[in-house]
């Protein structure tokens, strides 16, 4: 009898299964809702933030990872949908790192009809030549990386500077400037850059990284990976990445509640006294809803935290006595 029940159970499953073109029906289905998620936070960080107006040229840097693949494909669906008229050029910076495929995204971007420009600059021998074997090469070659970006972005007449930084990469910043910095700072949506000549914007502000490394998957981006810093094991970013990916699995909304933390701030309650006048502050005898309110209740403990409630209790009623 079980032997009939099995064969009958296969019978029924196989064809489902095996079928290509329900296979295929399926992944198109899931891939359009992936897609319309993606493009849905990507115009709501737009928005919100105000990063692109009528008449903008922006300059999508495309480095040739999943993020500025994804990034200038928001876009371009964007450009199509959105209410106002904006340019979209595409540029990467060839650094004349080993192996790199300088074929690839010329080839990429011809194909999907995208307006590029590559600059060919040499950055990778003066950060071999500065960084000690061994170090850590992000940094400086960040810099130089962003110093030629600005200088292109003018070349080009660009009024916006797209960066593909998703909701990940700006937690795990303000935690990296936290516990190595000392410094409560991170990834701003949009930001001046430091000549005052640049607006940069992230417009992946909103979607976090594991949506957008199956996007890429499924779009099948022919994706370049960094030899120079990629190939890095040991980097802080990669600790505080492992870090935010346990939070999240441990406790589910965590990693939520940071980011939306972000944009919750108040600095009445924090300790910059070039935010917040500290030094001056007096009494008004008015209410102020912003004002230290005693005996809070405890935001991140746990409804069901008994411990938790009883010690505040216990507080409470100790002081009030």
Known sequence: MSAVIADSSVATVAPSVRDPARREQKRAFELNKLEKRLVRLTGQAIVDFNMIENGDRVMVCLSGGKDSYSMLEMLLILKERAPIDFDII????????????????????KKRGVAFHIENQDTYSIVKRLIPEGKTTCSLCSRLRRGILYRVAGELGATKIALGHHRDDIMETVFLNMFFGGKLK????????????????????????????????????????????????????????????????????????????FANITPSHLMDRNLHPFASLKV??????????????????????????????????EIEE
């Open 90 to 109: 595409a540029v990467n910076l060839d650094q004349k790192q080993p192996n790199f495929p300088e074929h690839v995204l010329p080839e990429y971007l």
């Open 186 to 261: 991170g990834m701003p949506p949009k930001l001046m850059s430091d000549d005052g000549k640049n607006i940069i914007i992230r417009p992946l502000a909103y979607n976090n990284e594991a949506d957008l490394t199956r996007y890429a998957e499924e779009k099948q981006f022919p994706i370049i990976p960094c030899d120079l810093c990629g190939s890095q094991e040991n980097l802080k970013r990669k600790e505080i990445k492992a870090m935010l990916r346990e939070w999240d699995r441990k406790y589910p909304g965590r990693v939520e509640s940071i980011f939306t933390s």
């Open 284 to 317: 008004t005898g008015e209410a102020d809803a912003s004002g230290d309110i005693a005996f809070d209740e405890e935001p991140c403990a746990p409804a069901g935290d008994i411990a938790t409630v009883s010690f505040n209790r216990l507080m409470k009623s």
